[in-house]
């Protein structure tokens, strides 16, 4: 009787298996529906922000406004200053809702498949233009967002729409990996612009309504200011360097983790999250100007917090401060 011979066969290592699983997704047609998904969904609400949801871009005057914002691109200085003055500055609602209109064309082209790669160039003339105009002084570079852009739209006209989720396209029949993973894919990234779109709106209604129950220390533009007195020290976390602040000068610290910065107006003290109230960049007190700049999109906010340009329209989160009698700067969260 044979001894029979032990089994050769090896099961697939677990390296082996996941390469297997993930195999369809390394495909143009992912690629494709990803970045038509995501930069579809981006333009898309861009479009409708600008058009519907912020009243107060389609206006000529006030913070906010597409003619505020286009000055802004004129004194900015980028290579596109000159032909924003001569040709946008006297018509800023026909170019603001030109723009929104663009994007929303851009937008449903890339998210119903349709002439994929002719929207996907005309977003990247947008996302151009926003980069030589609105973040064209912002540095370094990587901080602007809009070159990023740039590059994905042209990378999403060199692909085209990857051959899945086109709107009236035949159904395809038979299984097919790459169209699983993109269907998988794109699910996965329609939820997470989703998410971002709730969180955004969220955080807008709360600024306009003043939602929750802040403390007064933290609620925007209230007072947080501390001038020089005879009181005993006050209890707080002392910052560092401050009592070597000359007028007009500025300190930035960690108020408990939170970046933040303390400026000395005058003989006040002043303190606030450095977080611009727009997108969450931190801002840059310029000395020059007494003011507050974000380098992402030109935000401006007074040595009180206050909002002076857009496109933020809440002013920065205050951080109270207190002075003791031997010139101690202490704040409390």
Not at 5 to 25: D, I
Not at 101 to 111: E, T
Not at 175 to 198: D, K, Q
Not at 324 to 330: E, I, Q, S, Y
Request: glycine content about 14%; overall charge positive; hydrophobic content about 45%.
């Amino acid at each position: 009787m044979s001894t029979p011979k032990p089994s050769t066969h090896k099961e697939p290592s677990l390296a082996r298996r996941a390469s297997a699983a993930l195999a369809p997704y390394a495909s143009v047609t992912v690629a494709a529906v990803v970045l038509r998904l995501f930069l579809g969904g981006t333009m898309l609400y861009a479009g409708i922000d600008k058009s519907l949801l912020d009243p107060r871009f389609l206006q000529a005057e006030g913070v906010g406004s597409i003619g505020e914002t286009l000055r802004y691109f004129v004194t900015s200085g980028g290579p596109l200053a000159g032909l924003v003055e001569a040709v946008a500055l006297p018509q800023p609602v026909l170019i603001g809702a030109s723009m929104a209109g663009a994007q929303l064309l851009v937008g449903a082209s890339l998210l119903t498949g349709s002439w994929v790669r002719y929207g996907a160039l005309l977003g990247a003339g947008i996302s151009l233009s926003l980069a030589l105009t609105s973040t064209w002084g912002v540095s370094p570079y990587y901080y602007g967002n809009d070159l990023p852009y740039f590059v994905g739209f042209l990378a999403l006209a060199a692909l085209g729409d990857g051959g899945a989720l086109r709107l009236g396209a035949p159904a395809s029949r038979g299984h097919n990996p790459e169209r699983r993973a993109a269907l998988v894919s794109g699910t996965g990234i329609a939820a997470g612009i989703a998410a971002l779109l709730v969180l955004d709106r969220s955080r807008a209604i709360s600024a306009i309504t003043g939602g929750g129950a802040p403390t007064p220390s933290l609620t925007p533009g209230a007072s947080a200011t501390a001038t020089p007195s005879a009181s005993a020290p006050t209890a707080g976390t002392v910052i560092s360097g401050a009592p070597s602040l000359a007028a007009g000068q500025a300190l930035n610290f960690s108020a408990g983790g939170t970046d933040a910065v303390l400026i000395k107006d005058g003989s006040t003290y002043r303190a606030f999250e450095r977080a611009c109230t727009h997108q969450g960049t931190p801002v840059n007190w310029q000395a020059g100007s007494g003011d507050f700049l974000c380098p992402n999109h030109g935000a401006r906010f007074a040595a009180s917090g206050q909002v002076t340009m857009g496109p933020a329209n809440t002013p920065l989160r205050a951080i109270e401060v207190s002075i003791a009698a031997d010139g101690t700067v202490t704040y409390r969260r």
